[in-house]
């Protein structure tokens, strides 16, 4: 494989701490969530979580619709991210995407998303480890 880019972020302090870039760029307090008893007075992993994953699934959409020569007039994705305790005491996340792409038909919509879906290094990262479900405005395609 080839690295195309690399980063680090320094964490400290745990859910109650601080994250720090390497250049900087992200600096950022985190706080634990109120649902979990905490303060809710700076993000979460779980919000960075589906930022990120929200962010990289859409551009991969619009790099295969780039690749496919198709023209979108907008898209957008909402990433929920739930995090799940189990009754053994070990915790996971569940992602559910749900995008909307403006300016092509259902059906190119769901293909787009399934090819996303492939090359997403999120969801190739996540694949088999968490349980996600992925729709286009409302109805589920994975």
């Known amino acids: 494989m080839?690295?195309?880019y690399s980063t680090k972020v320094t964490a400290s302090g745990?859910?109650?701490g601080q994250v720090k870039s390497d250049d900087g760029i992200l600096d950022m307090p985190l706080s634990t969530p109120k649902s979990l008893g905490g303060s809710r007075t700076a993000s979460n992993p779980e919000q960075l979580f589906a930022a990120g994953f929200g962010a990289c699934f859409e551009n991969a959409v619009i790099h295969i619709a780039k690749l496919?020569?198709?023209t979108l007039?907008?898209?957008s994705i909402t990433a929920q991210v739930d995090l799940l305790t189990f009754?053994?005491?070990h915790f996971n996340v569940a992602v559910a995407l749900n995008l909307d792409i403006q300016g092509v038909d259902g059906e190119t919509a769901q293909r787009l998303i399934h090819a996303a879906h492939r090359i997403c290094p999120y969801s190739?990262?996540?694949?088999?480890n968490i349980e996600l479900s992925?729709?286009?405005r409302g109805e589920r395609i994975v």
């Open 2 to 4: 080839k690295v195309l």
């Open 14 to 16: 745990g859910r109650n």
């Open 68 to 70: 496919e020569k198709l």
């Open 73 to 75: 007039a907008s898209t």
């Open 87 to 89: 009754d053994d005491g």
């Open 124 to 128: 190739n990262a996540t694949r088999g």
């Open 134 to 136: 992925i729709s286009h």
